[in-house]
């Protein structure tokens, strides 16, 4: 399966703040990555689909101007959270696909967790 | 609407106990589930993919089988090493484009007590 990893593991910062997470797949490169959020005792939800080269596409609810996606590169997405509030305290999650087409496999990387004080 | 239930909420076994995990789906044509095991504080790891009713796969202690309505994780003589939150995801005709979409269950978080 691919590698993915994300930095950094952990971020605290103060409400009204930019934070921005990178997610990278070390083995393949990924033309789409995708980027979850995953709140305690919840379900992992879907925010984006992230595309090299391209706009990300975002999932209904998921505010584009306030969680900023850059895929610039095969091997690299990268997530930003604009000021930031309580309320976006999360793990957040990213996943590289193993190929196109419908029969692909998700991996992930070993998330982050953004603490909003 | 496309849904997946997973059951119990929680687990507790004692080592060699075998067990196994739910996972019910609705989804309008399904393309794939997926089975994750997900320790505390880190990213899903995948485990299965199953894609038509009567399909199996083992892997260890773990075995997954596929039903049209629902999965079930086996998990045979468990170890504490085993302990995590378990993870059923499904991908469905409702998302177009090539990579499709997730839909994940809440999980069941398993305790395996030596």
């Known amino acids: 399966g691919a590698v993915v990893s994300q930095h950094p593991s952990r971020v605290i910062c103060k409400s009204g703040t930019s934070v921005k997470i990178e997610c990278r797949s070390l083995?393949?490169?990924?033309?789409?990555m995708f980027w979850y959020r995953q709140f305690p005792k919840q379900s992992l939800m879907l925010m984006a689909t992230?595309?090299?080269?391209?706009?990300?596409?975002?999932e209904q609810g998921v505010e584009k101007d306030k969680f900023l996606i850059n895929h610039a590169s095969l091997t690299l997405s990268t997530l930003t959270v604009t000021s930031a509030h309580p309320e976006d305290s999360s793990f957040y999650i990213c996943?590289?696909?193993?190929?196109?087409?419908?029969?692909?496999?998700?991996?992930f990387g070993p998330g982050t967790r953004l603490t909003v004080l | 609407e496309d849904q997946v239930t997973q059951s119990p909420e929680a687990l507790r076994l004692q080592e060699g106990e075998s067990s196994s995990l739910n996972c019910s789906y609705t989804?309008?044509?399904?393309?794939?589930l997926f089975w994750y095991r997900q320790d505390p504080g880190k990213g899903p790891e995948f485990l299965f993919t199953?894609?038509?009713a009567g399909e199996e796969k083992e892997k260890e202690r773990l075995k997954a089988t596929l039903t049209k309505k629902e999965s079930f994780l086996h998990i045979t003589a468990p170890k504490p090493e085993d302990s995590a939150t378990y993870l059923c995801?499904?991908?469905?005709?409702?998302?177009?484009?090539?990579?499709?979409?997730?839909?994940f269950g809440k999980g069941t978080k398993l305790s395996v007590k030596p």
């Open positions: 083995d393949f490169q990924a033309t789409t």
């Open positions: 995801a499904v991908r469905s005709l409702n998302y177009g484009g090539s990579q499709g979409n997730l839909i």
């Open positions: 989804v309008s044509g399904l393309r794939g």
């Open positions: 996943s590289v696909s193993s190929g196109g087409g419908y029969t692909d496999t998700q991996y």
């Open positions: 992230s595309n090299e080269g391209s706009k990300a596409t975002y």
């Open positions: 199953l894609y038509s």
